[in-house]
């Protein structure tokens, strides 16, 4: 499967943005597919993640409470609603599934299919 991400943009600290993720066909309901990002000099880390047909969400300490993950099944699309933005949430966001498909992991070295990221910009 394809992933592409969309939707990042400049934005002032303390606004919202919301990421599309489409996936070129629909995850099987056992996958998961997640969120990761990337800020500048920094490793890739975990954002947030979900299995497609549950629903069952997990996300970072760090965003925790004001990112929101979710999906529509009939567009394929994954979305990531990130509210209460701050200077550290900018980075390039990816979407991703892990090599074990329906596997959750939070270690990035373990997802696969990186589509092209989106870059977020929170200026302060």
């Known amino acids: 499967v394809q992933l592409q991400a969309s939707g990042g943009g400049l934005v002032q600290a303390g606004g919202s943005l919301r990421l599309s993720c489409a996936a070129s066909e629909r995850p099987f309901s056992s996958s998961v597919l997640g969120w990761l990002r990337q800020a500048p000099g920094k490793e890739r880390e975990f954002v947030a993640a979900?299995?497609?047909?549950?629903?069952?969400?997990y996300y970072a300490d760090s965003v925790k409470g004001r990112f929101t993950i979710s999906r529509d099944s009939a567009k394929k699309t994954m979305y990531l609603q990130m509210n209460s933005l701050k200077a550290a949430d900018t980075a390039v966001y990816y979407c991703?599934?892990?090599?074990?498909?329906?596997?959750?992991?939070?270690?990035?070295?373990?997802?696969?299919?990186w589509g092209q990221g989106t870059l977020v910009t929170v200026s302060s």
């Open positions: 991703a599934r892990p090599r074990s498909r329906a596997s959750y992991s939070r270690a990035p070295e373990d997802y696969t299919d």
């Open positions: 979900m299995r497609w047909g549950a629903g069952t969400t």
